[in-house]
């Protein structure tokens, strides 16, 4: 069975670059209109250009999760049927010395973000129903040191979509989390070709970093029709990496 999307609006934030200007790419392929915001708009025009010049339909815009101006401006012109809630900040740093400013920031972020986009999108979603796919991150089910407000942040995503789920069921509206494990992009696999990156690399069980492609069906399955019944689901895909041994 292809998962197809034709005929459906959709929208990825965070799609200047990372997992979701792979996520745009895909959508696209899959036969949706797909709209590319992040704050650089230059980039994700850019971007959507590509697409278009590749037979694909897309577009682009600035937008901000953390203004609600900006959040707004963006959901006043059009109503999608799908939004993809990927904008997000990493904040490392150890906890004893983070600033309260940086902590609020990856929150601002990471979860009050992604609210203010899915309460956006589903009051534009209530008569025809739509799907909101959080991308959370393995890290909200389990922790790793050095990135306490991410984990914390990623955790709030997790209850926040069974929260919305629940809610938002009866409008026809499906809430769903990915939550990727260690996926290998050009910015981190200078650290995965290290001594230290090549530990925790053996600490999956899989034995190997996701690529991009790994979420590719994953992706599809929670924005598609064809999870009609999955509401409130959380999906990692992380080669095992929440199940290794303790
Ligand atoms: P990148 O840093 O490559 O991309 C992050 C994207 O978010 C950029 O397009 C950035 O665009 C956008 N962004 C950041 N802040 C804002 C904001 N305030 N408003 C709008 N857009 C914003 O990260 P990744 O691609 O690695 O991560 C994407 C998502 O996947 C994140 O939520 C991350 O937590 C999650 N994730 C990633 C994993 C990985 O291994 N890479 C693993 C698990 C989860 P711009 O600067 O133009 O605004």
Redesign the pocket.
């Given at each position: 069975m292809e998962l197809r999307l034709d005929g459906k609006l959709a929208l990825v934030?965070?799609?200047?670059?990372?997992?979701?200007?792979?996520f745009a790419g895909v959508l696209a392929k899959a036969g949706a209109h797909v709209t590319l915001?992040?704050?650089?708009?230059e980039?994700?025009e850019a971007e959507a250009h590509r697409l278009r010049e590749a037979g694909h339909a897309a577009d682009a815009a600035e937008?901000?999760?953390?203004?609600d101006d900006?959040v707004a401006a963006l959901f006043e012109a059009t109503a999608f049927d799908i939004v993809i809630?990927?904008?997000?900040?990493?904040g490392g740093g150890a906890a004893l010395d983070m600033p309260r400013d940086e902590f609020q920031q990856v929150i601002?972020?990471?979860l009050s973000?992604v609210f203010a986009v899915a309460q956006a999108a589903a009051r534009g979603m209530t008569e025809q129903g739509g799907a909101i796919v959080n991308?959370?991150?393995?890290?909200g089910l389990r922790v790793a040191g050095h990135v306490a407000a991410?984990t914390a942040s990623?955790a709030a995503v997790v209850q926040l979509t069974k929260a919305l789920a629940l809610e938002w069921a009866r409008y026809g509206i499906r809430v769903s989390a990915?939550?990727?494990?260690?996926?290998?992009?050009s910015?981190?696999n200078a650290f995965f070709a290290t001594d230290a990156g090549k530990a925790l690399i053996r600490r999956i069980p899989q034995r190997r970093?996701?690529r991009l492609t790994d979420l590719d069906a994953p992706l599809l399955l929670l924005a598609s029709d064809q999870a009609a019944y999955m509401t409130g689901a959380i999906i990692a895909v992380d080669g095992g990496h929440l199940v290794s041994g303790l």
């Open positions: 934030t965070g799609a200047s670059g990372g997992l979701g200007l792979h915001a992040a704050r650089r708009a980039t994700v937008l901000d999760v953390t203004r900006s809630n990927n904008a997000g900040i990493a601002d972020t990471n973000g991308i959370a991150s393995i890290l991410y990623k990915l939550c990727p494990g260690y996926i290998e992009t910015i981190n970093l996701g």
